[in-house]
């Protein structure tokens, strides 16, 4: 039996998206040059979802898309296969561009690394920035995200679940606590 409790429901989401796209921009002085990458499943949702408030505030459309990293992962030979996802580049590519990576939480860093590899296999950007929706600490490789929505200090055994609309038909952020046996 496990226990949750939730740290952010959709208007917190909201908000913490609409803070992460104003830093976007103020760091990156406007949007020209930006292009953001998901990283499946909800960092796609969450980089279109800042690429839409970003054409809202600075009133253009940014390149969005999608990274694939299952085949850079470190960890393939101690799981079962997975299906393989698709990346999306937009029309420009990334070469010369400030590619923003997007992931909804940002543990071990090790799924960062990965995206890291695939994009080195995709081009060469000016800079690499970091967005995520949740930085719950226990970092095992030098990893930082440029923009975070809620840093959410966790032990170990505790799981982050995030749960948005277009993917799962509900906004939130769970805190779950496995119970004890």
Same mark, same amino acid.
């Given at each position: 039996?496990?226990?949750?409790?939730?740290?952010?429901?959709? &208007?917190?989401? @909201?908000?913490?998206?609409?803070?992460?796209? @104003?830093?976007?921009?103020?760091?990156?002085? /406007?949007?020209?040059?930006?292009?953001?990458?998901?990283?499946?499943?909800?960092?796609?949702?969450?980089?279109?979802?800042?690429?839409?408030?970003?054409?809202?505030?600075?009133?253009?459309?940014? &390149? #969005?898309?999608?990274?694939?990293?299952?085949?850079?992962?470190?960890?393939?030979?101690?799981?079962?296969?997975?299906?393989?996802?698709?990346?999306?580049?937009?029309?420009? /590519?990334?070469?010369?561009?400030?590619?923003?990576?997007?992931?909804?939480?940002?543990?071990?860093?090790?799924? #960062?690394?990965?995206?890291?590899?695939?994009?080195?296999?995709? /081009?060469?950007?000016?800079?690499?920035?970091?967005?995520?929706?949740?930085?719950?600490? @226990?970092?095992?490789?030098?990893?930082?995200?440029?923009? #975070? /929505?809620?840093?959410?200090?966790?032990?170990?055994?505790?799981? #982050?679940?995030?749960?948005?609309?277009?993917?799962?038909?509900?906004?939130?952020?769970?805190?779950?606590?496995?119970?004890?046996?």
């Amino acid at each position: 039996m496990s226990e949750s409790r939730a740290v952010l429901e959709g &208007p917190d989401i @909201h908000r913490a998206l609409t803070r992460i796209a @104003h830093e976007i921009l103020e760091r990156t002085k /406007g949007a020209d040059e930006v292009v953001l990458l998901g990283i499946p499943t909800r960092g796609a949702t969450l980089a279109r979802r800042l690429g839409e408030r970003i054409e809202q505030f600075e009133g253009v459309k940014i &390149p #969005v898309g999608s990274i694939d990293i299952t085949m850079y992962r470190d960890d393939l030979r101690l799981k079962p296969a997975r299906p393989l996802g698709r990346t999306e580049l937009p029309a420009d /590519g990334v070469d010369g561009k400030i590619v923003v990576l997007v992931d909804d939480v940002l543990y071990s860093g090790r799924t #960062v690394r990965a995206a890291l590899d695939a994009l080195n296999d995709l /081009g060469r950007p000016t800079a690499v920035q970091l967005a995520t929706l949740v930085d719950r600490g @226990h970092r095992e490789l030098p990893i930082r995200a440029d923009y #975070v /929505g809620k840093n959410l200090p966790t032990a170990k055994s505790e799981k #982050v679940k995030v749960y948005l609309q277009e993917t799962d038909g509900r906004e939130a952020v769970l805190l779950v606590k496995e119970a004890a046996k």
